[in-house]
Structure formats: structure tokens, C-alpha cells
């Protein structure tokens, strides 16, 4: 399974699931984003809404879109987002940049499919989508102006090889703008469940995610989405509404966790397992210099700094200010993107 694995170093939920449905290992497209129907909970403004000036996750999206189009290098129109799920980024920066071309690459045949139907849906003509795998990108060398990733240069089962394969297709002097998980956890360790509705099943997910090593240890039960399987599944969603939220999972005690998964278990058609490598922006910006990359920057990012203008406005109620929000999070998006911080990354070839 993992070199790292030693007994003594699996969750008392780990032992039970290798017990129970022996997961069979994967890649992190494979095992989870092939299956679901929407990534984000179809929540995703500019890609499954429309943007709404009253929502504060929404002037957070306004801003990161307006950074990673400010990055796209003067004169240029070939812009690639590695990972687009949906099609976030890829759908709101073709957009932001009606004279550019974006492509997004993702390896689930599946995202790819729903990030096409969501661009023409948004009548987005000048964003496309491929399958493809980060670390063996279908694109030429030196042929992409800027190339943008939000959360998932660390879905890659080999980060290092995909950021090689970043540094080969872009240009001397093209730009990689990266939105990672920055890896700080609430507690040294975090365990969390997620119950969804798959495409034609349903999924039962345990992630376990530990500080140091700074890791993710995900298991994806998947289930028929019938009868008594259905009942069961339902009734665990509903005893684990009330538990608090992280990661937009639900952190749960192991022992909830092991009661799920024993009633689940029996009904199991798959199970697999991924392990990912979490990092913090410094790690990941010396990783892109050792990578190929000339510069490699830390910043602040310019979402944090929109929500906190926004509540800011709000408190004051500053309610004609939050209503024309838009203009006030592209400006942030602009210049936060300058500015020191440990938020995002910024690399240049
Ligand atoms: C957490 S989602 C992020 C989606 C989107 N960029 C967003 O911010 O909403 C991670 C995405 O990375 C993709 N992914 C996983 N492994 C990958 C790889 N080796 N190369 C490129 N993308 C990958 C997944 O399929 C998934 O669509």
C-alpha cells in the first residue's frame, strides 16, 4: 500500500477499512473526482452559478480570478489550467480574457466532459478541454504563455514531475500561478467522512490528514445506490449533519467512522485508497525552482484580503459598497497578487 505504513501508524478506521473492503490503491482522479457528479457541490460562481455580488465566497472567487488573468504575460494568449475539475479556473479567466485560448487538462474523462458542458453552457467558446495527466502534458514545448492550477498540482500522484512538465511546456519567460492547500491543520491529525451521491452510486469517503508528515490518506467506498444500501447511507448522512465542518467534510471521532463504514462495507462494489503529499507555499515554491523554474515567490492571496474587505464594508454597512463588490475584488485581485505573503505561489520560467 504505502511505503510509510506501519501498524502502529494506521487509524483504528484505516485497520478496520483494509479489514472490511481492501482498497485497492489509485490515483486521486480515479479514485474520486472520476466518480463524483459535481465537484464543489455545484457551488463553483463563473462555472455552476452566476457571480453574486451578496455572496462572500463569491468575492473570494472574483478576486483569485482576477490575480491569475493580471499574471498573463503582456502579448500573450495561450493559457493552460492543470486540474480544471469543472472548470474552475479555466471557464471564468476565458472570460476574464476574451483574446486568449485556455485549455484545461485533467486525467477524469468525466470532469473534462462536465467542464465542456459548463463552458458552453456559459457560452464560453475560448476554453477547451483535454485528458490529459500533469505529469505528461498533451501540449508542446514552450508553447504556453501562462499556466494556472488551483488545488490540484497536489492531486498528482508525482507533483515534482508534473511541475517538470509545467516548467517544459511554458515559455521563457511565461508565468505558473499556483493556488495550493496550504498545509496548516486545526490539530496534528484530522479525520473526516463525506457521504455523496456518485454518478450511478453512492460514495462513502474517510480522509485522514496528519501535520507532520504532511500528508492526505483518502478511502472511497462505492456503493449501488438502491434499496436498503440507499437507507443506510441516508441514515448516516443524517447522524453525522449536526458534526462540525472541515475541509468542507465532516470531522467525525474514528469511532463514528468504524460504525459507518461496518454497516457500509457489506454492500461495497470498489474501494481504493490514495495517499497525497501536502506541502506549504515556501516547500512548494523551492520545489518549482529544483523544477526547472527561473523565479519562484511566495504571496499573499487575494482572496483572504476580498473577504475581509467585503465584511469589512459589510459591518460598516456600507450596503451600496457590497452591491458593486465586483470592481472593489478585481482591484484586490490585482494588487494582492504583489504582495509578500505565504498564500499562493508565483513562478516564472
Ligand atoms: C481538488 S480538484 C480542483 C478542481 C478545480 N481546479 C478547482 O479549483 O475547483 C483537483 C482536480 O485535479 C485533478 N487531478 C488529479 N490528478 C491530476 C493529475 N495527475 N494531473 C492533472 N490533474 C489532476 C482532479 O481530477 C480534479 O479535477
Redesign the pocket.
Known amino acids: 500500500m504505502s511505503d510509510t505504513d506501519t501498524p502502529g501508524d494506521l487509524t483504528l478506521t484505516e485497520r478496520r477499512w483494509r479489514e472490511l473492503a481492501p482498497p485497492e490503491a489509485t490515483?486521486?482522479?480515479g479514485g474520486l473526482?472520476e466518480r463524483v457528479r459535481l465537484?464543489?457541490s455545484g457551488n463553483?460562481p463563473g462555472v455552476d452559478t452566476t457571480y453574486d455580488p451578496r455572496q462572500e465566497h463569491h468575492w473570494h472567487y472574483a478576486a483569485l480570478i482576477e490575480d491569475f488573468a493580471s499574471w498573463l504575460p503582456e502579448g500573450g494568449a495561450s493559457v493552460l489550467d492543470?486540474?480544471?475539475?469543472d472548470g474552475?479556473p479555466s471557464i471564468p479567466l476565458a472570460r476574464a480574457l476574451p483574446e486568449a485560448r485556455v485549455l484545461g487538462?485533467?486525467?477524469?474523462p468525466r470532469?473534462v466532459a462536465v467542464s465542456r458542458a459548463n463552458a458552453g453552457r456559459h457560452g464560453v467558446t475560448n476554453a477547451s478541454f483535454v485528458a490529459g495527466?500533469?505529469?505528461a502534458l498533451p501540449v508542446g514545448d514552450a508553447s504556453v504563455d501562462l499556466a494556472v492550477a488551483?488545488?490540484?498540482l497536489e492531486?498528482?500522484?508525482d507533483p515534482e514531475a508534473?511541475m517538470r512538465e509545467l516548467a517544459r511546456v511554458l515559455r521563457p519567460g511565461g508565468v505558473l500561478r499556483v493556488q495550493s492547500q496550504v498545509w496548516a491543520l486545526p490539530a496534528e491529525e484530522l479525520e473526516t467522512v463525506t457521504l455523496t451521491e456518485g454518478v450511478d452510486c453512492l460514495l462513502f469517503t474517510y480522509a485522514r490528514r496528519t501535520q507532520e508528515p504532511a500528508r492526505e490518506r483518502r478511502y472511497v467506498l462505492v456503493l449501488p445506490s438502491d434499496g436498503s444500501v440507499a437507507e443506510a447511507h441516508r441514515d448516516a448522512l443524517v447522524e453525522t449533519a449536526s458534526a462540525p465542518r472541515a475541509y468542507g467534510e465532516t470531522s467525525v471521532e474514528g469511532l463514528t467512522a468504524v460504525a459507518i463504514l461496518e454497516r457500509l462495507a457489506p454492500y461495497a462494489t470498489a474501494s481504493s485508497f490514495v495517499e497525497l503529499r501536502r506541502w506549504t507555499p515556501d516547500w512548494l515554491a523551492d520545489a518549482l525552482l529544483e523544477a526547472g523554474f527561473r523565479e519562484a515567490t511566495t504571496t499573499a492571496h487575494p482572496g483572504d484580503a476580498a473577504r475581509l474587505a467585503g465584511r469589512g464594508a459589510l459591518r460598516a454597512s456600507e450596503v451600496a459598497a457590497v452591491a458593486s463588490f465586483e470592481a472593489v475584488t478585481r482591484d484586490l485581485g490585482r494588487r494582492v497578487s504583489r504582495e509578500a505573503g505565504a498564500g499562493m505561489v508565483v513562478a516564472v520560467r
Do not use: F, K, N, Q
Not at 105 to 108: A, E, L
Open positions: 490515483a486521486s482522479a473526482y465537484w464543489s463553483l492543470l486540474g480544471p475539475g474552475w487538462v485533467d486525467p477524469s470532469r495527466d500533469g505529469a488551483s488545488h490540484a492531486e498528482c500522484a508534473a
